[in-house]
């Protein structure tokens, strides 16, 4: 299995309308290729879906907050062939940090900010 070396990392916090967003860079150190694709997150039991556009994705951290179970769905196909990977969501609110722990059938795939 390749283990991938995937790397969030928050770029910046804004409010806009009243709702707070977290636009966020996803990396893959073992690729060269910049992930495009989707992140679905299951907040609560409906699932959310957001594209990831040349490794950028922004996410609004309100709704995540305000749910009381998050998981992600990361579906993205060149890191993860199509493999459906269940995140483990952690917000830290104070400083702004996304602490995400990715693993799939085959490969566990370490994320953490820089």
């Known amino acids: 299995a390749v283990k991938h070396d995937v790397v969030i990392t928050p770029i910046e ?35 959310v879906e957001y594209n990831v556009e040349n490794g950028v994705v922004v996410i609004p951290i309100d709704e995540l907050e305000e749910a009381t179970t998050v998981t992600l769905k990361y579906v993205e196909n060149h890191l993860y062939n199509n493999a459906t990977t269940q995140v483990i969501v952690k917000l830290d609110k104070t400083n702004t940090t996304i602490e995400l722990t990715l693993t799939d059938d085959r490969t566990t795939v370490n994320v953490a900010p820089e």
């Not at 409010?15 to 299951?42: A, C, E, M, Q």
Request: no cysteine; proline share 3%.
């Open 13 to 47: 916090e804004i409010t806009s309308d009243d709702k707070r967003v977290l636009t966020v860079k996803v990396d893959d150190r073992n690729s060269s290729k910049i992930p495009n694709g989707k992140l679905i997150f299951t907040v609560d039991s409906t699932d």
